[in-house]
């Protein structure tokens, strides 16, 4: 046998593990999205924004410290207004970035209401709300979907993800083999619903919703997600075409699983430390954003490394076992 | 060597004429960087016009460029999206009302006559003498030096007036403009020559009020009504924020990733740390060049970019060395950490190439930006990592033996014992192994 079976992690040896691992990581998101997909309104597993569902964002920014009382009573003086059921929240921003004049905004202030049409006065009675309740709040974005043009979005982005699926599959299938396309697939499945999950999760303990830009995160997951699994599939595929008489094929998966071990960590790595730095010290309307791509990118790796290559395995294993079963004459 | 050369002075040209345009062209940034606002209109089908042909759009488009332009605001944007809807961007206007007020009104000019309704009140009854048949009009003022609008017919229009006028003697002509009553003169004689004056009635019109409705009159009436489907505007100060927020995200980000890769990698990592500086400046170039215009989005996808630009390097360095612990010298095992690396660069940089294909083909204009970004950053991470990490490594290495392993990470004593890889005839003679 030679060094390259040397490893430090055994994949195939604890396949069930890993499996099982997957299984606990992706557990509570899913229960949040059945739940949340009965208890929801339109039985969305998610907390939608307006980009889906039409609606008005009004976001005023606030230098002046707000607590939870001055939301409460603004939303009572925003219900008497004649506002219907608008939603309040205070979005923090970072306050020691830049001094000068213009960049001072200490909090973000933002309501959330029915699509205000053209022909409403909806903005102007907010406003006069929370010039009422605050210090000179300065409004600094407003937008507005209105309702047909949010279903038409939420088509297109299934459509997409859809596509983006079927584009996948067959560039692999022409690479590789259906199978390893299979696998690849059912990789950015346990990444999607990983991220879904957690994002259904946040929903419903922080509120956390959905906009345009997540459809565009979680696509960003697919695209790594499947660029750390060719790169074990890649050596796999090298490996074979070497050793595939010296070795098993579960050692050949181990042994490749190794061999790429390194530069997956790595690659990782400097991924997301490029994604916490835009977490931490970027802009307040990405954060959610690049929050998706940053579980994305660890659950990718995670995928990549113990869940793809374990499913090639099993795979292989199953199609051994059916020939040796059913040609027996042909080994002798 | 020659060749090895020949390719670095090409790099020196590019990165010059990189720097160059970097330094011309402006950078075009999105809406909710610099602040302004955006608009989807969607065309709404009248009893005149019951379907909106792509004729009927671009007379729409059109009209709403002219009105978009007369707000004398650089960098406007009037784009059709789908098959009946329009795109508009106004940098700066972060006034809905007063970017609205272009956009949202039909611009409706009519004149009206006096007539009674069932009960015996007074109302207006169309006279079919309508904007239509207005061939131009201009702000002036009458003679007490109240600002008027004065108007000029075209032919037909010029002969509906007068027909009209002279009827309507002695009687009221009411002149509306986007439904409201703007003056009703009593018509004292028939008026030919098909010149009128719109005043403001008594309290007469403001400069600007006058000014604006000549602007939008000149502009021509919207063909069909639109409805605004989405719209939004952000202020300049949000904009000015996050710019500076994602420059020091960015600068942080990419300065710990540059120091892991010296510290993991050492030579090679100094190597790929300035293979992504040219990096960087080459797709901004490239970005400035196209133009391409810098959205949140597209800069998240820009710094996502960089990513894997890394990643590329990563996986040659990890192959090198690989090569290098087999015993392989330098020329070889760069050679061949390239070319073994490159499917797995090629692979999976076409996955990604495919998912921005269809972000930017379904996805709304935040999405496209990403996608575009990160797709230009994948095509030429790749020219990168390939062409100019090589050739800088094949200059500083040279072709000897290893003689400092430190300068890979590598340790003297792990030389010589990984795996070997049995290279077939064709490879051998790629990768240029002589043994």
């Known amino acids: 046998m ?123 009675k907010i406003t006069e709300v929370l010039s009422k309740d605050y210090n000179n709040p300065e409004l600094i974005s407003v937008s507005s979907v209105g309702p047909t043009l949010g279903k038409e979005l939420f088509k297109n982005s299934l459509l997409a993800l859809g596509l983006a699926f079927l584009g996948i599959v067959i560039y692999l299938s022409i690479r590789f083999k259906f199978d390893y396309a299979m696998a690849a697939i059912l990789g950015i499945a346990h990444d999607v619903l990983f991220v879904v999950g957690a994002f259904s999760l946040l929903g419903i303990f922080y509120n956390v919703q959905i906009d345009g830009l997540f459809i565009t995160a979680i696509l960003t997951v697919v695209g790594f997600s499947v660029h750390d699994t060719i790169v074990v599939f890649d050596r796999i595929r090298e490996n074979l075409r070497y050793y595939s008489k010296k070795m098993s094929f579960g050692e050949i998966v181990d042994a490749s699983v190794n061999q790429t071990l390194a530069r997956s960590i790595n690659t990782s790595l400097t991924t997301l430390i490029t994604l916490l730095a835009l977490y931490f010290f970027g802009g307040v309307t990405t954060k959610d954003f690049v929050l998706a791509m940053i579980l994305g990118i660890a659950i990718g790796t995670y995928s990549s490394i113990f869940f793809c290559s374990v499913l090639v395995d099993f795979w292989e294993d199953k199609k051994n076992n059916k020939t040796s079963a059913s040609k027996p004459a042909a080994l002798v | 060597m020659k060749n090895k050369i020949i390719m670095f002075w090409a790099i020196v040209i590019i990165v010059i004429a990189s720097i160059a345009t970097i330094f011309v062209k402006p950078t075009k940034l999105g809406l909710d960087l610099v602040g302004g606002s955006r608009l989807v209109i969607e065309a709404e089908t009248t009893k005149a016009i019951p379907q909106i042909t792509q004729d009927v759009m671009n007379r729409l488009q059109f009209a709403i460029e002219n009105r978009v332009n007369k707000l004398g605001v650089a960098e406007t944007v009037v784009q059709q999206i789908g098959e009946k809807r329009l795109l508009i961007e106004i940098p700066n206007v972060t006034d809905l009302k007063e970017a609205k007020a272009f956009l949202g009104e039909t611009a409706q000019l009519e004149f009206k006559k006096e007539g009674k309704g069932p009960n015996g009140e007074q109302i207006w009854i169309e006279t079919g003498l309508t904007g239509q048949d207005l061939a131009k009009s201009t702000l002036s003022t009458d003679s007490t030096g109240q600002w008027v609008v004065s108007l000029e017919f075209n032919g037909a229009g010029s002969k509906k007036f007068a027909d009209l006028t ?92 540059m120091l892991f890769m010296i510290a993991y990698y050492r030579l090679p990592g100094l190597i790929a740390d300035i293979a992504l500086l040219i990096y960087s400046l080459i797709l901004f170039a490239l970005f400035k060049a196209i133009p391409v215009t810098l959205t949140l989005a597209g800069i998240a996808g820009f710094i996502l970019s960089i990513g894997m630009a890394v990643d590329a390097n990563i996986l040659i360095f990890e192959r090198t060395k690989e090569e290098l612990r087999a015993g392989r010298n330098l020329f070889t095992a760069i050679n061949s950490g390239f070319d073994r690396a490159f499917t797995s660069i090629f692979d999976s940089n076409m996955t990604t190439i495919i998912t921005c294909v269809i972000l930017y083909l379904l996805g709304t204009s935040i999405v496209k930006g990403f996608a575009l970004t990160l797709a230009l950053g994948v095509i030429v991470s790749m020219f990168s990592a390939i062409t100019i990490t090589k050739n800088f490594m094949h200059l500083i290495f040279g072709t000897g033996e290893l003689k400092y392993p430190q300068l890979f990470g590598l340790h003297k004593e792990e030389i010589g014992k990984s795996f070997e890889a049995t290279e077939t005839k064709r490879e051998n003679a790629r990768f240029g192994i002589l043994d």
């Open chain 2, 166 to 257: 002279r009827d309507l003697v002695g009687q009221q002509m009411a002149i509306f403009f986007d439904g409201e009553l703007q003056s009703a003169p009593v018509i004292r004689e028939p008026i030919y020559g098909g010149k009128a004056q719109i005043s403001g009635g008594d309290s007469g019109f403001e400069y600007s009020e006058a000014e604006r409705m000549v602007n939008l009159l000149n502009a021509g009436a919207l063909p069909v009504p639109a409805k605004i489907v989405e719209e939004n505007t952000v202020g300049p100060t949000l904009g000015a924020d996050s710019i500076a927020k994602s420059k020091v995200a960015g600068i942080i980000g990419l300065s710990i990733v």
């Open chain 1, 2 to 124: 030679t060094d390259i079976a040397k490893h430090v992690i055994d994949i195939v040896k604890y396949r069930v593990v890993w499996l099982c691992i997957s299984a606990i990581l992706l557990l509570p998101g899913t229960v949040a999205l059945i739940y949340s997909a009965i208890n929801n309104e339109h039985h969305v597993p998610l907390k939608v924004g307006i980009d889906y569902t039409g609606g008005t964002i009004l976001q005023y920014g606030v230098n002046q410290k707000i607590d939870n009382n001055d939301i409460a009573k603004t939303r009572t003086d925003l219900e008497k207004a004649g506002i219907e059921t608008p939603l309040l929240q205070v979005v923090h921003a970072n306050t020691n970035v830049e001094k000068s004049e213009k960049n001072n905004l200490q909090n973000i202030i933002s309501i959330r209401t029915k699509f205000i049409g053209e022909n409403s006065d909806g903005v102007s």
